[in-house]
């Protein structure tokens, strides 16, 4: 099979795939010069797959976030996310979002109640 006038087969495919380079610290695949160009192609999409991953996301909404990120999309442990109507961020622990930045009160009375990690500021 030809891709990019390149042959694909999976015999050169799977040669030439088997030691990608990668960034030391990230892993992120990149191309070499002596790279066939039909290649290249593969590449950009491994490394948008792999920055994807490392990167914050941005939704418009926590239900535009869930819409999103389903079958091969599905979010990984570490990701991190910011909701545009709430301007709020969320870290993914593996099994559903939690919140990197507590909940902000401002108000003239002193609250009641609260937990470790609530923030209040007194104006």
């Given at each position: 099979?030809?891709?990019?006038?390149?042959?694909?087969?999976?015999?050169?495919?799977?040669?030439?795939?088997?030691?990608?380079?990668?960034?030391?610290?990230?892993?992120?695949?990149y191309?070499?010069?002596?790279?066939?160009?039909?290649?290249?192609?593969?590449?950009?999409?491994?490394?948008?797959?792999?920055?994807?991953?490392?990167?914050?996301?941005?939704?418009?909404?926590?239900?535009?976030?869930?819409?999103?990120?389903?079958?091969?999309?599905?979010?990984?442990?570490?990701?991190?996310c910011?909701?545009?109507?709430?301007?709020?961020?969320?870290?993914?622990?593996?099994?559903?979002?939690?919140?990197?930045?507590p909940?902000?009160?401002?108000?003239?009375?002193?609250?009641?109640?609260?937990?470790?990690?609530?923030?209040?500021?007194?104006?």
């Amino acid at each position: 099979m030809e891709r990019f006038g390149v042959d694909t087969s999976p015999s050169f495919r799977e040669c030439r795939r088997e030691m990608p380079t990668t960034t030391g610290n990230q892993g992120i695949p990149y191309p070499l010069k002596t790279d066939s160009p039909g290649y290249i192609a593969e590449y950009v999409r491994d490394a948008v797959l792999a920055l994807e991953q490392r990167s914050v996301m941005v939704f418009s909404s926590a239900s535009q976030r869930d819409q999103k990120l389903v079958g091969a999309y599905v979010p990984t442990a570490g990701m991190i996310c910011v909701l545009l109507d709430s301007l709020s961020f969320y870290k993914y622990t593996g099994s559903n979002w939690t919140s990197l930045i507590p909940d902000i009160t401002v108000s003239t009375a002193t609250p009641t109640g609260g937990v470790d990690g609530d923030l209040w500021l007194r104006v």
